[in-house]
Structures are given as structure tokens and as C-alpha cells.
């Protein structure tokens, strides 16, 4: 859509206009509405979120984000969690793009679980997928039925990665 000239103009200039920080130069922040949160509390959220958001680096890529979104419908990002200190939280985000990845889905819940990675797209797309899944890796050991997943032939031979919507920040325009 975008290799029309008429059409990249108007995507340039619908991402810059979105481009507008607030009155502290922010482009991205968290409003907490109504709250019956002490003030210190809610202040410890919004410092938490904007440390969160920082990961993000918006000054650099909101364009390309917004951009990627306007096209796409969907923007997607593994959360990078320090294994062995979780208290830390997220440390780290990484872009996953929108054709490296399908939806996974339980066939039985009839609901996305998350996204499915193929070994090739690790590799082309430089994904990281450190918090994946595979049948011997996060869900080993726990109840979890892997054949009611749509992608249960491809997981068993190791052909993909599922990351789980919790291990993820997506966006859908569905969702807006």
C-alpha cells in the first residue's frame, strides 16, 4: 500500500501529525482517573509505567511505530524479564513485525493464546524469543494440553515458538 507515492505522502503526514508530545514533552503517559489510590501510590504507578514506556524509546520510533500500526492494524513486542530475578520486571522489549508471526490458538477455548514464531522467522526477523514456548520449555510439567492448540503438529517438532499473550505487548486498531 505504502510503494504508492500518493499514499506514502499521506501515511508521512498522518504519522507526523500524530507526533505530539504533551505539555511536559511526553509522547506516551498514563493518566490515572479516579483513583481512591493515596497520591504516592498512584505517583509510584505512573513512574513504574513511564519507566515501562521509556523501554520503548518513543522519541526515536513513534513515527515508525505509528506508521508500522497505520498499515498493519497491530504492533507486537516480546516482554524480556530477567529469568532469574523477576522482581525486577520487564527490562527489556523487542520488536516482533507483524509477517514473522501467525496467532495461536486454542481449539478448544476457541481463543488466541498468543503468537507462534517459526524458526525461520527467529532467524530472519533477528527474534529473540527468550521467554517462548515449546513442549519442553516454559509449560513442562504443568496440565497444559498442547493438542488444543492450532500449531500442536508444529510445536511438537519444534518447526515454532508460541509466546503467550502475557509475555507480550500487542496492540490491535480492534481494541482502540
Not at 1 to 11: D, R
Not at 44 to 63: K, M, P, S, V
Not at 98 to 112: Q, R, W
Not at 117 to 134: K, V, Y
Amino acid at each position: 500500500m505504502a510503494i504508492f507515492p500518493e499514499i506514502a505522502s499521506a501515511l508521512d503526514t498522518i504519522c507526523y501529525s500524530a507526533e505530539t508530545p504533551d505539555e511536559n514533552n511526553q509522547l506516551v503517559t498514563l493518566n490515572v482517573k479516579d483513583s481512591d489510590l493515596e497520591s504516592e501510590a498512584v505517583q509510584e504507578i505512573i513512574d513504574a509505567a513511564q519507566e515501562y514506556f521509556d523501554l520503548f524509546d518513543f522519541d526515536n520510533n513513534f513515527i515508525e511505530y505509528f506508521r508500522k500500526f497505520i498499515i498493519d492494524g497491530q504492533l507486537c513486542w516480546e516482554n524480556i524479564v530477567a529469568k532469574d530475578d523477576l522482581e525486577q520486571g520487564i527490562i527489556d522489549i523487542n520488536f516482533i513485525p507483524t509477517e514473522a508471526y501467525e496467532f495461536c490458538y486454542d481449539t478448544v477455548l476457541k481463543k488466541k493464546m498468543g503468537i507462534m514464531i517459526t524458526s525461520d522467522s527467529l532467524n530472519e526477523f533477528n527474534i529473540f524469543a527468550r521467554n517462548g514456548i515449546t513442549v519442553n520449555g516454559l509449560y513442562s510439567g504443568t496440565s497444559y494440553d498442547f493438542s488444543r492448540l492450532n500449531c500442536a503438529n508444529q510445536l511438537e517438532q519444534d518447526n515454532v515458538i508460541v509466546l503467550p499473550f502475557e509475555q507480550l505487548t500487542y496492540v490491535d486498531s480492534r481494541y482502540l
